[in-house]
């Protein structure tokens, strides 16, 4: 039983360690915006504006 236990402790550290190794892609301010009003009540030409925002600031 220890054993099973140690071993499914290991296979968890190892499998978080592997997943932190991925570096994540540059988020702009324009994107952080967008996405935190994702779930604010707004006109849909107001989200639009935000998303357009977000996709011309990755192409700079």
Do not use: F, W
Not at 14 to 22: D, I, Q
């Amino acid at each position: 039983m220890r054993r099973i236990l140690v071993t499914l402790t290991a296979v968890c550290l190892v499998g978080c360690a592997c997943n932190s190794r991925n570096p994540q892609p540059h988020e702009t301010t324009a994107c952080m915006n967008y996405r935190a009003m994702m779930t604010a009540p707004m006109l849909p030409d107001a989200m639009q504006q935000l998303q357009e925002k977000c996709a011309a600031s990755r192409k700079e």
